[in-house]
């Protein structure tokens, strides 16, 4: 199966960007489109000192553009949604003109990046969903820090995770190298996917990347906006179940 990753600078209000690079999606036959975080609503510290009605009509747009998008390729696309006057932080899953949301269960609780003091929380399982054969996990980058997440993606028997996100500050070997742990560990293909641009003196740095079931590098984007396409195959998964084990030993754990 095909999968693109679009990584991305701020796209607020502009729909020629995302049809294009969707088009380019569609020629090569792609089932799953993931875009990063912060890309369809402002970056984080900019909504901070947002309006709620502004947010929340900018996700609207999006909403019902992505919708109108979504008839033959599901897409990943991590929002803001505002209810009342709650904020929350989902991605959605959006296909044939239907949604489906995650809600963030972890956010950064540090000074110069509170999301846990912007958001609330709503109780909900990872999101898994299935395209054909295959069987997709996602989350936010910080929720990849935690075991929790990846013991469910196993137990769950995942095939793929996609790890939306947004990085600076020079972190990218640091993030490569949790994830291609995580990838190894759990046997299973990940992608992280990065947006680019920046926010003042803050830069982000895209490379976005993709490690197979063996921990092996398969795809790395460089620091502008591009559109990465790549394919997983099911049996790479369970050759690598097959070989090293780890998903079956783990379950004969018992302390």
Not at 63 to 91: C, E, F, H, M, Q
Not at 203 to 231: A, C, N, R, T
Request: glycine share 6%.
């Amino acid at each position: 199966m095909k999968i693109a990753i679009y990584q991305a600078d701020s796209l607020p209000y502009d729909k020629a960007r995302l049809n294009y690079f969707l088009a380019q999606a569609r020629k090569e036959k792609v089932k799953l489109f993931i875009l990063p975080e912060y890309t369809l609503n402002r970056f984080f510290k900019e909504l901070e000192k947002m309006p709620l009605s502004f947010i929340k009509n900018q996700t609207s747009h999006q909403i019902k553009l992505l919708k109108r998008l979504s008839n033959d390729i599901t897409l990943l696309a991590p929002l803001v949604v505002i209810k009342g006057n709650k904020k929350y932080k989902v991605i959605g899953k959006f296909f044939k003109g239907s949604v489906r949301y995650y809600y963030s269960q972890l956010f950064m609780p540090y000074s110069h990046w509170n999301e846990n003091k912007f958001f609330e929380k709503k109780e909900n399982k990872p999101l898994v969903f299935s395209i054909g054969k295959y069987r997709i996990g996602a989350m936010f980058g910080f929720e990849a820090h935690f075991d929790r997440f990846w013991e469910y993606f196993r137990d769950k028997n995942v095939d793929f995770v996609a790890v939306i996100g947004t990085g600076t500050f020079n972190s990218h070997q640091r993030w490569f190298e949790m994830l291609k742990i995580r990838a190894f560990l759990n046997n299973m293909y990940v992608c992280r996917v990065n947006r680019v641009g920046s926010f003042k003196d803050w830069e982000f740095y895209g490379k976005s990347f993709v490690i197979d079931p063996e921990g092996e590098k398969i795809l790395m984007l460089g620091s502008q906006e591009e559109l990465g396409i790549f394919k997983i195959d099911k049996e790479v998964v369970k050759e690598a179940k097959k070989e090293w084990k780890f998903r079956k030993l783990s379950k004969e754990i018992n302390f």
